[in-house]
């Protein structure tokens, strides 16, 4: 079984950053699709930012593109999340997922963090 245990997130003003992390363990984590989404008070969940590991390609919600970066480390079983220049509306609780490759989605989701962003 997958977990997925994410940290990082806090309090902070806007047009600084943060550092999200999201821990792996259960199955080989090079195998997995990972990705971060997020969820704002009274919205929907949003797609935030995605890696494969077949192609290694990055994806980002036009929202957040050009500021934030996702990346992972096989080594450690992690997958990052850099936020830079934030703004009051990526205010959220940051879900780490992950999911193999195929119609499946993203099967396993972490239990989200929050992050606010003071303007």
């Known amino acids: 079984q997958v977990q997925l245990v994410e940290s990082g997130g806090g309090l902070v003003q806007a047009g600084g950053s943060l550092r999200l992390s999201c821990a792996f363990s259960g199955r080989t984590f090079s195998s997995y699709n990972m990705a971060w989404f997020r969820q704002a008070p009274g919205k929907e969940r949003e797609f935030v930012a995605s890696?494969?590991?077949?192609?290694?390609?990055?994806y980002y919600a036009d929202s957040v593109k050009g500021r934030f970066t996702i990346s992972r480390d096989n080594a450690k079983n992690t997958v990052s999340l850099q936020m830079n220049r934030l703004k009051s509306e990526d205010t959220a609780v940051y879900y780490c997922?992950?999911?193999?490759?195929?119609?499946?989605?993203?099967?396993?989701w972490g239990q989200g963090t929050q992050v606010t962003v003071s303007s």
């Open positions: 997922a992950a999911g193999v490759p195929g119609p499946s989605g993203y099967e396993y």
């Open positions: 890696d494969y590991p077949r192609d290694r390609t990055p």
